[in-house]
């Protein structure tokens, strides 16, 4: 490891252009202070050192400065998070791992509106454009208190770019890179009157993929209006849509893999387990929020949002001649929520709400014949409602200025699994004011989706496909953890240590049989616990340096099972992030990151070792970027420069010449390069 970290040092240096030795540092550089605001945690605005959780935040400066130009790349280098790729490059689906949970357990939210799709509980971040980002906020640990189902492991709250006043925002970029990957961004934002204001934003992205059939066609615009007056209320409404579709290319085929051509058509080649496969989705999102203070001792919160999602999946497969399935998946969400935060005296705090949220879901589905057309007379579609409420109260008491106490109760309703009652506590000690010592507790529970209910038996041939099952239960279960948050130096070093502890009963997974028939089965038991390890140093010299590092230990059981390791979950996790930046506009960054080996797929619940193990790897990610003349930028980013080849997931393979059935694996991006310009006025 210590080869890597000196690779990324000597690479970093060779970038800087005209190093200056200087103590002078850019207040905006000074990004971890606890007294920094946060919203997400009790949905109040609340200072670091009062929030029993940990937290992660980064503000519209720290994107601007970064030359991260993903999400992903934004938080997969924070402590804690893992980010992860089915490695698709073009259609590969990004999510956020806390702690070693699944992508179902961690909310993301854009403007108060949940962007996990309610049918597959997770949330693919990739959509998700970092150019029109104002603010993020993580929130680790469970926020089910607030935000109901799907935040078992922690709450990602993204806040979009509002217009300032007097200001006339307007920028625009392009970029270019390796698989003739294109992608052109542009945002403009102004307020038309003293109190109405817009920001609008757009994105088009294009790519081939690094390998067969992983190219991406994406396109996003967003539009945010605004009404504020001095007197209130505050009003915003926030709506985008998205549309993308993209290649399928499955699992890396075994070695040795052949072409496999049927009346003229290459099902699939040596790099690709499907040339025919392909998905997309198109999601439109709208949020009306309406916040006032009628009385300085009282606020007021109401808001409404809409989400219409669909999903498209094509499946091409053989079966004693070319067949397959077309199959669209579309969820519709109407929420309402309202809260209002009640200052009863100095220093107690009273939070109450509630919300009600309706999701209609339908899969239609349609069989290919031998020429990959549509089969007339085999649609099919399958639809079902599900409504849940949820009541909340949250108490906040800080008895003296070293101590604070957070208490809360919810009350969740779901229409198919009934009532349920969910806790949490907090305890936040404060001996100084560059320290928090913080304590958190807390109940969760996390619905099946609709997908896993309801899907439709699906039959891929040779015995293979997949079926939902209604007799799943929710999970349930606790969360602990206990942490240390420590700045000294002037914010100059800032050291966060937590250590937390998971147990949650009957977590569900999609289990295939000896046959690769994939069923969504409640797990007897998921136990998960570990120590997590950040700190940043700096500014000096114009440069900062961040160290994480996560210890995961997680096991699972199934029913009639043994207590093994949990699949795709790492031990060990580390990251270690150089900045460099001066007063030019230069920005650096070398990224190296490490995940060490995990389980991938044990052939037998009684199997204590998987059946395939995916090896430990590392990588290097460099980035620079440049102001000059005042309005112009320019970046360049190379991702994976040592070029290492790993593996993310697995998946079953069937060979066609021999009939053979192996678990193929999901290969990561190689190197990658990408150039961008941008103007801004």
Not at 382 to 389: D, G, L, V
Not at 555 to 566: H, I, N, P, S, Y
């Amino acid at each position: 490891m210590l080869k890597y970290v000196l690779i990324v040092m000597l690479c970093l240096t060779v970038m800087l252009p005209g190093v200056t030795w200087s103590e002078e540092e850019p207040q905006d550089k000074i990004k971890f202070v606890l007294d920094e605001i946060i919203v997400s945690a009790t949905k109040t605005e609340e200072k670091r050192s009062d929030v029993p959780n940990a937290v992660i935040l980064l503000s519209r400066e720290d994107i601007a400065k970064s030359p991260a130009l993903s999400l992903g790349d934004s938080l997969g280098n924070e402590t804690g998070i893992d980010l992860r790729a089915h490695g698709d490059f073009g259609g590969a689906t990004e999510e956020l791992h806390i702690r070693g949970m699944g992508a179902d357990g961690t909310q993301i939210l854009v403007n108060g509106i949940v962007m996990n799709s309610p049918s597959l509980g997770s949330s693919d971040i990739s959509g998700i454009k970092v150019n029109n980002i104002e603010k993020i906020e993580v929130v680790k640990g469970s926020g089910s208190l607030l935000y109901g189902t799907g935040a078992m492991a922690g709450t990602v709250n993204i806040v979009t770019k509002s217009p300032s006043k007097g200001e006339r925002d307007f920028s625009i970029s392009a970029s270019y890179g390796s698989n003739n990957a294109y992608e052109i961004a542009a945002e403009h934002g102004m307020f038309l009157t003293d109190t109405l204001g817009y920001y609008v934003a757009a994105n088009k992205i294009e790519t081939d993929g690094f390998r067969s059939n992983s190219w991406l066609d994406h396109k996003d615009v967003s539009v945010k209006l605004v009404y504020n007056t001095e007197d209130g209320p505050d009003v915003s409404l926030y709506s985008d849509y998205m549309d993308r579709t993209y290649g399928s290319p499955g699992v890396r085929p075994p070695a040795g893999t052949v072409d496999f051509i049927v009346n003229g058509v290459k099902l699939y080649d040596s790099k690709s387990a499907s040339l025919l496969n392909e998905g997309g989705e198109e999601d439109m999102h709208l949020a009306f929020e309406a916040t006032h203070n009628p009385v300085e001792w009282l606020k007021l919160n109401l808001k409404g949002t809409y989400a219409d999602m669909e999903s498209y999946n094509k499946n091409v497969f053989y079966f004693y001649g070319l067949s397959g399935s077309k199959t669209w998946v579309t969820n519709r969400i109407e929420g309402v929520e309202a809260d209002a935060d009640v200052d009863l005296f100095k220093g107690l705090n009273l939070l109450v709400g509630g919300e009600y949220k309706k999701y209609d879901w339908e899969n239609k589905g349609v069989s290919l014949d031998e020429n990959i057309m549509e089969l007339d007379g085999t649609a099919t579609k399958t639809a079902a409602s599900i409504n849940s409420y949820g009541l909340f109260t949250e108490v906040q008491y800080r008895p003296s200025t070293c101590l604070k106490l957070v208490a809360g109760l919810r009350d969740e309703n779901h229409s198919e699994f009934g009532s349920k009652i969910v806790q949490r506590y907090g305890m936040i000690l404060n001996p100084t004011g560059n320290t928090a010592i913080k304590f958190n507790y807390g109940q969760h529970f996390n619905a099946p989706t609709p997908n896993a209910l309801f899907w439709p038996y699906e039959d891929w041939g040779w015995g293979m496909g997949t079926q939902g099952n209604r007799n799943l239960k929710p999970e349930t279960g606790s969360h602990l953890d206990a942490g240390i948050e420590q700045s000294w130096l002037d914010n100059k070093l800032f050291l966060d240590v937590t250590w937390f502890k998971w147990d949650i009963t009957d977590k569900i997974s999609w289990i295939p049989d000896a046959s690769y028939f994939y069923t969504p089965q409640n797990l007897n038991r998921y136990n998960s616990q570990g120590l997590e390890i950040g700190t940043d140093i700096g500014p000096y010299y114009n440069m900062t340096l961040s160290l994480s590092y996560t210890y995961t230990s997680a096991d699972e059981k199934l029913f009639g099972g043994v207590t093994r390791q949990a699949l795709y979950t790492s031990d060990n996790n580390f990251k270690s992030t150089l900045r460099y930046y001066n007063e030019t506009g230069f920005t650096a960054e070398a990224v190296f990151r490490y995940t060490g080996e995990r389980p991938g797929y044990y052939a037998l619940n009684t199997d204590t070792k998987p059946s395939v193990a995916l090896s430990s790897y590392s990588t290097i990610d460099l980035r620079a970027a440049q102001e000059f003349m005042g309005k112009w930028s320019a970046s360049l980013q190379c991702n994976n420069i040592l070029d290492k080849a790993y593996d993310t997931y697995t998946e079953s393979f069937m060979d066609q010449t021999s009939g053979i059935i192996t678990m193929g694996r999901y290969p990561g991006s190689r190197r990658s390069v990408l150039l961008k310009v941008g103007y801004k006025y």
